[in-house]
């Protein structure tokens, strides 16, 4: 039998991540009725405030919490529950954000495609939001979200973080995110990593979850906002503090790119555009 590690990093939203549980669990079931997987849940709670380690103990004790500080976010966090699960040696390492909601049969699609790679691909999930868009999963290497097809998987190069299954034989290869970068990178960077080490991503089939955008427009490029604000909040861990965008954007596109990126995001800031 082969092991899963459902991995999540959550802060608040208590009610949603138990929402995200239920219907993990629900298709963890679904999968081990046919006594091939064996799964287990490893979730870093970085500082909440909502009593959300509480209400998930109460609810599901057998998920194993990596406790933080509220300084991990969303990357160092996802680090932490990887680090914990990967002391077990599982056989595959599936991200979960707990606001993209699997459906029926989204867990069997992964883990079928990984079977017929080989199990040496990394396996993306897509997710749709409210009124049926693409919202998240794999993506170009220009950023565009790769539309799944309905029968079979299809290559991307990035990709976001919400649903993805990567076996033993990536990690043992990657290891974890790259721990420089603090909330966002760290999902695309992985992808670059992967492009590098002539590992195949893929997108699985059809729609396997729901999850909508985040709202608005980024602070940083509000113009409604004073010049000092918009920089803070382009610095703050949810922006694009200018190491881990260089970081990114050296890995994936070269020095000259990044150069050309640090200068061309300082004008959006300095003369934005948009308004919320």
Not at 43 to 50: A, N, Q
Not at 107 to 121: T, V
Request: glycine share 10%.
């Amino acid at each position: 039998m082969q092991t899963v590690a459902l991995l999540f990093t959550v802060f608040n939203r208590k009610e949603m991540t138990l929402d995200c549980l239920r219907l993990c669990y629900a298709e963890i079931e679904a999968v081990k009725a046919e006594a091939r997987y064996s799964f287990s849940i490893y979730l870093t709670d970085d500082g909440s405030t909502d009593g959300l380690s509480e209400a998930v103990q109460g609810q599901f004790p057998d998920v194993h919490i990596i406790n933080g500080d509220g300084t991990l976010f969303w990357n160092r966090g996802m680090i932490a529950a990887w680090k914990a699960a990967a002391e077990k040696d599982f056989d595959f390492y599936l991200w979960m954000n707990n606001d993209t909601m699997p459906v029926n049969g989204s867990f069997a699609a992964l883990l079928e495609n990984s079977f017929y790679l080989g199990h040496r691909a990394i396996v993306v999930g897509t997710a749709v939001d409210s009124e049926g868009n693409l919202s998240y999963g794999g993506r170009t290497g220009k950023g565009r979200l790769v539309k799944p097809d309905p029968e079979i998987p299809v290559p991307c190069d990035i990709f976001n973080g919400n649903m993805v299954l990567v076996p033993k034989s990536v990690y043992e290869v990657l290891g974890t995110m790259e721990p420089k970068y603090t909330h966002g990178f760290g999902d695309f960077d992985y992808g670059v990593r992967a492009m590098k080490d002539d590992i195949t991503v893929v997108v699985a089939p059809g729609i396997l979850a729901t999850c909508d955008r985040n709202p608005g427009i980024p602070a940083w490029r509000d113009a409604s906002l004073p010049l000092g604000k918009r920089y803070h909040a382009l610095m703050s861990p949810k922006g694009r503090p200018f190491g881990e965008q260089f970081l990114y954007d050296v890995r994936k596109s070269g020095i000259l790119f990044a150069l050309f990126h640090f200068l061309s995001i300082n004008i959006k800031v300095i003369f934005p555009k948009r308004t919320r």
